[in-house]
């Protein structure tokens, strides 16, 4: 049987990269998503990928939604954290929501999604966690107190679920993407867009699908011994 893999967020921008190169892989795929009915469905007619309706940042949502992908396509041996959201702004103006919203998605979202599915990849001692950070949470970025906080928490949870997933036959690393041409990067003016770009050497914004390469790569049985490792995908805008 072909290994089952979850991505949240995965059925837009970056994550339905992911979900259609697992697929493509081999893999049977569920991606889940939050809220937008239309593209989800579009989404399911034009690949064949399943999509399941739930916020992570809602434990006992993320608990049950992982059941159900269990009951429908079988036991998870891969989950893409990829869902996450902005509520930027400077830190002086930013409001307590605005922080609590990005935290409650970007980083507890991470522990609801891998949490109810662990100990059956530690029972099956099989797993393949893959959590997507960004470049912004391992450099900073101006207006993103709450994005980077959590994006660097993010790697934290990586780190540690290699130690303890390692002699289980688990593997947990990270990606951390520069700017990526998804929709919401698209959508800002040109001007704006063109000063990113020229911090970035290789001159591009990065495509979906170069990310969904990295996950592929770190999914597959074969990078067994990469683990607890973050692999950093900006063109060369930023080294740690």
Request: charged letters at 20%; hydrophobic letters at 45%; glycine letters at 10%.
């Amino acid at each position: 049987m072909a290994r089952v893999a979850l991505v949240t967020g995965g059925s837009r921008g970056i994550g339905a990269a992911i979900s259609k190169a697992l697929k493509a892989a081999g893999y049977t795929v569920a991606a889940n998503y939050a809220g937008n009915d239309d593209a989800a469905k579009k989404f399911t007619d034009e690949t064949g990928i399943k999509t399941y309706k739930w916020s992570v940042a809602d434990y006992d949502a993320c608990a049950a939604g992982a059941q159900q992908v269990e009951a429908d396509l079988g036991p998870i041996d891969v989950v893409v954290a990829n869902a996450g959201i902005t509520r930027d702004a400077p830190f002086h103006k930013m409001t307590r929501d605005q922080w609590q919203e990005v935290i409650d998605t970007n980083l507890t979202g991470v522990f609801n999604t891998v949490h109810p599915i662990w100990p059956g990849m530690r029972e099956r001692k099989f797993g393949r966690v893959i959590v997507i950070s960004s470049i912004n949470g391992q450099k900073g970025q101006f207006g993103q107190v709450n994005y980077a906080a959590t994006k660097a928490g993010d790697l934290g949870i990586v780190k540690s679920l290699a130690q303890e997933g390692a002699r289980f036959g688990i593997t947990a690393n990270a990606i951390c993407p520069g700017y990526i041409a998804t929709e919401m990067v698209m959508a800002v003016p040109e001007k704006v867009r063109e000063s990113i770009i020229a911090q970035i050497p290789t001159g591009r914004l990065g495509e979906p699908e170069e990310i969904a390469r990295c996950v592929a790569f770190l999914a597959a049985d074969e990078a067994a011994f990469l683990n607890g490792s973050t692999i950093s995908a900006n063109g060369a805008q930023f080294f740690v």
